[in-house]
């Protein structure tokens, strides 16, 4: 537990050094008008906190900067959430009102927004991955080797691709493996569908169909739906006008993952609901070790139906951040609501 006085000077060097980016001293911390200590406290108190892993000195300056602890500590109890400006406000809203016809556009419109009034990098996972299930999958023959494998989702969404067919697999089986798939994977949604495939679906197969193990690699790129890679992205060169990325190989690592839809999604389905914060290391990719993502899932009848997201340096203005992301949610989810009344 930290002392008030230790809470108070944290706080101050947290705001500082997220307002400034440089190394925050005791001096400039005793100026403030609502820290109403010396420099030789404060100093004494910086010390202490470093010592704790509240606080690191990154040279030999007297300076100091929070640690990943530090932050963590900061969002837990310290952080102060803004209110959201009217022009800011506003932008928020617009994509409410604006009469959009396509999902897609909502998004792409949201993700723009918040990455213009953050600064930082946006990433947008559409509704789709989440919400969209398997309703019916069919397969017609065309020939001998070769059949159209049909995708019906709950929303009415019917997808279609041509698959080459194992050779010798016989019509019987072929409607075995139909009647196995929407048994085993109607309701289940679009996301879900590889790992379902991978585990229930190809022990029943492997009990009732010859030449299993082709057949599910067939279903593989089948059941290979488009809405997998509906990521949205705005601001990904944001990096580039941080202090603490100026390195280029940094920033170039942290380009990479964005380009990498299977790895965003991986970071973003392990994500509890609500708004979640992760400082630094905390964060499961090397790339962004040096970084915070600040999520938010927006629902709809207490189903998840995507995910927001904010990638930027750990000298974060998490207030405004959260605020901004628990605004846009709510937002979010009330333009689902209605979109799929």
Not at 41 to 50: F, G, H, K, S, V
Not at 86 to 93: F, N, S
Not at 241 to 249: A, C, G, L, R, Y
Not at 305 to 322: A, S
């Amino acid at each position: 537990m930290l002392t008030d006085r230790q809470r108070m000077i944290l706080h101050a060097i947290v705001d500082d050094y997220i307002r400034s980016a440089e190394p925050v001293g005791s001096r400039s911390i005793s100026k403030r008008g609502d820290v109403a200590f010396s420099p030789a406290t404060i100093r004494n108190e910086m010390a202490d906190l470093e010592e704790l892993g509240f606080l690191e000195q990154p040279h030999t300056s007297a300076g100091r900067v929070p640690s990943t602890k530090g932050y963590r500590y900061y969002v837990d109890h310290l952080v102060k959430l803004s209110e959201v400006n009217e022009h800011d406000l506003g932008m928020v809203r617009s994509f409410v009102t604006d009469k959009m016809s396509q999902m897609e556009e909502v998004i792409q419109h949201a993700a723009g927004i918040l990455s213009n009034l953050t600064n930082y990098t946006s990433i947008l996972l559409g509704p789709e991955l989440f919400s969209n299930s398997l309703k019916h999958f069919g397969l017609v023959p065309l020939n001998d080797t070769s059949a159209v494998a049909i995708i019906v989702t709950n929303t009415g969404h019917v997808e279609n691709r041509t698959i080459s067919l194992p050779e010798g697999l016989k019509m019987d089986d072929m409607q075995k493996v139909v009647n196995i798939l929407n048994e085993k994977l109607a309701g289940v949604p679009l996301i879900r569908l590889k790992s379902k495939l991978y585990s229930e679906v190809g022990q029943e197969l492997e009990r009732h169909v010859d030449h299993f193990e082709q057949v599910l690699q067939v279903l593989d790129h089948a059941l290979q739906s488009d809405d997998e890679h509906r990521i949205f992205l705005s601001g990904t060169t944001n990096m580039l006008t941080q202090p603490e990325f100026k390195d280029v190989d940094k920033v170039k690592t942290i380009l990479d993952l964005l380009d990498e839809t299977p790895a965003i999604m991986k970071m973003f389905s392990a994500l509890p609901s609500g708004i979640q914060v992760r400082i630094g290391t905390e964060n499961d990719h090397k790339a962004i070790s040096d970084c915070s993502l600040i999520t938010a899932t927006y629902a709809v009848d207490g189903q998840s139906l995507g995910t927001i997201g904010i990638l930027g340096p750990k000298r974060m203005e998490y207030g405004k951040v959260i605020s901004l992301l628990d605004l846009i949610s709510k937002d979010m989810a009330l333009l689902m609501s209605r979109w799929y009344k």
